[in-house]
């Protein structure tokens, strides 16, 4: 479908706007990313960018979804790059998926994961609504009125990625906000409290242990009866909001909604909480607020101690088991419930099916088996998914659609246990370190595993994260990573990104938005509406679309080759390349942060004499002027701090 077209004839763009796509396609035929900046593309019109998409929706078809290869294997062979759309704001104007397009030309990665695109509460990015709409905050209503709908600008940015051959991921949430639409319809997907007439206690539940299924369905029924007399009130037959909905429809369930959460917390009935990240069981009823009848949680970990501070007390999680214990570890069976599990599980495919989303990101999937009681996995812990739950999610998302990928936060390399889920890949924990000897070190020990792994089989990876949306939370870095590094840091994490990452220890690179010229604010934008702060640092860009480059030409090489030889000392690290009985010798060698921040100067790195005489070119990332060079038995390069250096070698004879 010309979704593009579409759009460009509503933006009718300007002569320059036409002359702007024109010269923007010729690049992208040149080959991606291109090193313009971030900042410049969101800067450019919307209509120059349509004008763009329609040249090349008209000039090719996209390639095969990903999702339907006969497996997911793909994902080990792709990068991955975050985007939150409602963050593609710039010049006053709000983040749209129509401007969200114009960062992809300048993104290396091959596949894009959208964060959470829901309707919010409290502007929280991670507090949706509801999980089958999307926030309409992020259409351009400009083109709604000229017949685009919002639906197909979604569509629209999924088509743009496809066309620059990328792939689309969809980020899974195990909960929803308090008061969410999905709540306040599907009530018995959640657990409930419902407070007694005085405000000081459960007026049904034993307080020792409110969390049976009788429960949470009688408390679920009373919702139920609720959102039903709201619904009859205002004409509606759902809160949610489907394409084709006329503005009064709309405008009638955005009313109702907010009428049917006031009735439920004026009679005392309320979602509980999501736990604490450590916490154990289910958060248990306290108090109430004396001056509004809020209703006060406790949260508590395995010893008892108060973790109330650590509470994301906006989002309730789905139920998915009851005769679940307050606070702590459940010692008796616990019951499945089927309904929400199965929600849960088929939310993806609504975004697989209507938008061609090809893979998933499994929030809070991280510890689905330290939390689990039993080996199994079916006897949870605390309130979030067990690796039986996820499991089923993952089977559900490649029903008719075999190769959907799948990949779990998990910042450790368990690659064993989560691949036996169905995972392809796990985030990986570089971006909350340093670039030092100890990372290196671990580095290596990894690829030894995935290479090993891969060999015997198995196709699960781990990324390489150079920054994570989250990496500025105040528990981790506390500060945007691009400030705390500096430039010449983040560049020595997308070296060792790109080149640590050889054949069957391939790590493919997880980078973010912003990250291609320097600019911040991600996290921000997931509390807020706001968008970046865009940098526009072209020295860092140029660079990176200078690394992207001479990685690909050198990519095929490295996905056939084999890490030979290495060594890390305190302040640098430097390893081999060779693929089989080639006579090809590629060698890496990085300086790396330490306290004192010196240079190692001059290192001769032992290549052996097997290979005879080499000559080639040294290339100091990212100036590719490159420099000739020749090794007999020993190569001596020249390092600065935070220095990168990358050697292609053959025999002498071959030159």
Not at 162 to 182: D, M, T
Not at 589 to 601: H, I, K, N, V
Request: charged letters at 25%; a negative charge.
């Amino acid at each position: 479908m010309p979704i593009w077209s579409d759009i460009e004839r509503a933006l009718t763009p300007s002569r320059e706007d036409t002359a702007l796509a024109a010269d923007l396609a010729a690049a992208i035929d040149r080959g991606l990313p291109l090193a313009i900046t971030q900042s410049v593309l969101i800067a450019a019109s919307d209509a120059a960018m349509a004008s763009l998409y329609a040249t090349l929706e008209a000039r090719s078809s996209p390639p095969e979804p990903r999702r339907l290869r006969s497996d997911s294997s793909w994902m080990l062979e792709s990068d991955f790059c975050w985007i939150n759309v409602r963050a593609c704001a710039s010049g006053g104007l709000p983040g749209t998926f129509i401007r969200a397009a114009k960062l992809l030309p300048a993104i290396a990665s091959d596949a894009i994961l959208l964060a959470p695109f829901h309707p919010t509460q409290f502007d929280l990015c991670y507090a949706p609504e509801t999980m089958t709409m999307a926030d309409p905050t992020l259409f351009d209503r400009e083109l709604v009125g000229a017949g685009v709908s919002a639906e197909n600008q979604l569509r629209a940015f999924v088509s743009a990625c496809h066309l620059l051959g990328k792939c689309v991921g969809y980020e899974l949430l195990p909960y929803a906000a308090q008061f969410s639409r999905i709540a306040m319809e599907r009530p018995q997907l959640f657990r409930w409290v419902a407070l007694d007439d005085e405000r000081r206690g459960l007026a049904h539940a034993d307080p020792a242990f409110p969390y049976r299924s009788e429960d949470r369905l009688r408390d679920a029924e009373q919702v139920s009866d609720i959102v039903a007399t709201v619904k009859e009130d205002y004409g509606i037959r759902s809160f949610r909001v489907i394409e084709g909905d006329a503005p009064e429809v709309v405008d009638a369930k955005v009313k109702a909604y907010y009428s049917a959460i006031r009735l439920c917390a004026d009679r005392g009935l309320w979602p509980v909480p999501a736990h604490a990240r450590a916490g154990v069981g289910v958060p248990s009823f306290l108090r109430c607020d004396s001056s509004d009848d809020f209703p006060i949680f406790s949260y508590r970990d395995i010893d008892g101690a108060d973790i109330g501070e650590d509470a994301y007390s906006v989002v309730a999680p789905f139920a998915f088991y009851d005769d679940m214990p307050p606070n702590s570890i459940p010692t008796e069976p616990v019951r499945r419930n089927d309904e929400a599990i199965g929600y849960y599980a088929e939310v993806f495919s609504y975004w697989r099916d209507s938008f061609g989303f090809d893979f998933v990101r499994y929030n809070a999937a991280d510890r689905v088996f330290s939390e689990s009681v039993d080996d199994e996995g079916s006897v949870p812990s605390c309130d979030r998914p067990t690796s039986e739950v996820v499991a089923q999610a993952i089977r559900a998302s490649r029903d008719g659609a075999p190769g959907v990928g799948a990949i779990s936060p998990s910042k450790g390399d368990e690659t064993g246990a989560f691949g036996a889920l169905g995972f392809d890949l796990l985030m990986g924990g570089e971006a909350l370190r340093r670039v030092d000897a100890p990372l290196l070190r671990d580095a290596f020990s990894l690829y030894d595993s995935l290479a090993a792994e891969r060999t015997g089989g198995a196709r699960t990876s781990v990324c390489f994260a150079v920054d994570l949306p989250e990496s500025s939370a105040p528990r981790l870095w506390g500060s945007p990573l691009r400030r705390v590094m500096g430039p010449e840091r983040m560049r020595l994490r997308h070296v060792a990104a790109r080149f640590l990452s050889v054949g069957a220890g391939r790590r493919p690179m997880f980078e973010t938005m912003g990250f291609q010229d320097g600019s911040t604010g991600l996290y921000e934008a997931g509390l807020s509406v706001r968008g970046l702060d865009w940098a526009d640092d072209a020295a860092f860009a140029a660079g990176y679309a200078a690394i992207e480059r001479f990685y690909v030409g050198l990519r095929p090489f490295l996905a056939s080759a084999a890490i030979i030889d290495r060594s890390v000392d305190d302040g640098l690290a430097w390893w081999q390349i060779r693929a089989g009985d080639s006579a090809r010798l590629v060698v890496v060698a990085l300086s790396l942060e330490t306290a004192e921040g010196t240079a190692p100067g001059r290192i001769t790195i032992p290549i052996g004499t097997a290979l005879g005489e080499l000559s080639g070119t040294a290339y100091r990332l990212p100036d590719l002027a490159g420099a000739p060079i020749d090794a007999a038995g020993s190569l001596v390069v020249e390092l600065g701090f935070l220095d990168s250096v990358v050697v292609d070698l053959v025999p002498a004879y071959y030159r």
